[in-house]
């Protein structure tokens, strides 16, 4: 850690540090838990630089604008881009309507069981930044190469946790017209070294090999919000509800502990130019939206620079204008923090000692999801006819 970070909870691993770094002595290590912290070498010359760019320790709530925010549930028009994301699409319609050819996308990808931020050229070619990816991500020297793109005349979008784009914009130090900054409505991001020993247990589980995971898999149509997807060494395809990865995830017991009650960046005023995520409980906002087979995004607009992709935008994806209260309501990661329990802590205090143990302790066994009879009927069905069924199943229920 550096010296002026009293303790873990206070740095995310944005790595801005390592980019600010004059001499080039800082390295993101990981601890025992799997999460990448700076440390400095004893070539160190103590310029301050570190500690004057670093986002927690200079902490602002984001930019100060007279913009009034402004929230949408939204899908994209093109089907077979909607398949490619983990719900409506939004980030790479927001990609085609700032971007070109010639634009600098970076974002999270998979390499291997790892995920490591990329930088793509042409926004053409985001496929592999596509889709959830709830592990603790490594920027590397991402953020210098994109003031390096951004000196050269080149326009970027990023896109990453709030945490993370602050990071950046505390690196680049000004707002830039031709960079495009996205963050998302976070619940934290989980441990790489966790993640793989879920990995094995699922293995150890099904005797097989996995070759191949994605969070929140499609199958069809939309169907539920932790389905995930294996492909294993024999070829067959596997889908999950909630395994042994997603049951730690989504109780917080594997998140870094900036992401509880000590992260910063839960709040309205956001670090990106437009905020992304899931459109929560859609029916109960859009009743006339029930019996659909899509899921949607919600799209906040944070500036006058988000407003103008905004307008764009309105071409090529279905656009419902919300109040930003439905979004705080059914989603309210987007403005208040998380209190970690003291499970967390003993989970990794057991997982550091024997992790596969401890995974069969603190999780059930993955259960595989099949698609009923009854299921693959109503999928067929046209949306008017799921609406009946379901209005109906709800004046059934007291």
Known sequence: MLYFTKNKSDCTGCSCCVS???????SMIQDEEGFLYPVASDKCIKCGKCENICPVNNFTKGT???????????ISKNKSLWKQSTSGGAFSEICKAFGNSDTIVCGAAWDGYNVHHICVDGVDKI???????????????????????LERGKKAIFCGTPCQVAGLKNYIGKDCDNLLLIDLICHGVGSPYVFKACLEEMENQFNCSIEMYEFRAKRKFYETDYLSRINTDKGVEKYFLNDQYNQLFLKQNCLRPSCGEHCRYRNEQRQGDITIADFKNL??????LIGTKWNYSSIVVNTAKGNKIMEKLKETMEVRECKIDYIKKHNPLFYRQTWFSKDRDRFFKEFISSPNEAIRKWTSPAIISKISFKRRIYDMLPVFMRRIILKRMRKRTP
Do not use: G, H, M, R
Request: charged residues 15%; glycine residues 0%.
């Open 64 to 74: 100060k604008t007279t913009f009034i925010q402004t929230a949408y549930c939204a």
């Open 20 to 26: 600010s770094c004059p001499i080039n002595c800082i």
């Open 283 to 288: 029916t109960e906002v859009f009743p006339d």
């Open 127 to 149: 496929s592999p930044l596509c889709k959830s990816k709830y592990i603790a991500s490594s920027l590397d020297n991402t953020f210098f190469k994109i003031k390096q793109y």
